[in-house]
Nanobody, 116 residues
Framework: QVQLVESGGGLVQPGGSLRLSCAVSGSIFSINAMGWYRQAPGKERELVARITKNGRTNYADSVKGRFTISRDNAKNTVYLQMNSLKPEDTAVYYC??????????WGQGTQVTVSS
C-alpha cells in the first residue's frame, strides 16, 4: 500500500506561481511512476505531469514550459512547480502513484484557484 498526501494549493492571481507537494509513505520501493492530475468542474480528470522511477518526465501540452515535476527521494516527496498560472489551470490537483503490480493510488486532492 502507498499513501499520498498533497499540500500547497490555494488562491493565486494570474501569472503567479504555486508549488504543490505530495508526501509519499508506505511501500515506496514498489512505485514505478508518480504523477499529478487535475480535474476542473464539469471536466474529466486529466494528466498534468508524470515522472518515472528513472526520472523521465512528460507533460500535458497545456502546461509545457510552465510546470515542472520533480522529486526529492530523501524526503519521499514529489513536487509540481507551477509558474505563469492561468485561470484555466483552476482545478483540484491530485497526486498519483503507479506501482509495479499496476496498482494505482490517489491522494485526497488540493484545490488550486487562479483568479484576480
Amino acid at each position: 500500500q502507498v499513501q499520498l498526501v498533497e499540500s500547497g494549493g490555494g488562491l493565486v492571481q494570474p501569472g503567479g506561481s504555486l508549488r504543490l507537494s505530495c508526501a509519499v509513505s508506505g511501500s515506496i520501493f514498489s512505485i514505478n511512476a508518480m504523477g499529478w492530475y487535475r480535474q476542473a468542474p464539469g471536466k474529466e480528470r486529466e494528466l498534468v505531469a508524470r515522472i518515472t522511477k528513472n526520472g523521465r518526465t512528460n507533460y500535458a501540452d497545456s502546461v509545457k514550459g510552465r510546470f515542472t515535476i520533480s522529486r526529492d527521494n530523501a524526503k519521499n516527496t514529489v513536487y509540481l512547480q507551477m509558474n505563469s498560472l492561468k485561470p484555466e489551470d483552476t482545478a483540484v490537483y491530485y497526486c498519483n502513484a503507479l506501482d509495479y503490480y499496476s496498482n494505482i493510488y490517489w491522494g485526497q486532492g488540493t484545490q488550486v484557484t487562479v483568479s484576480s
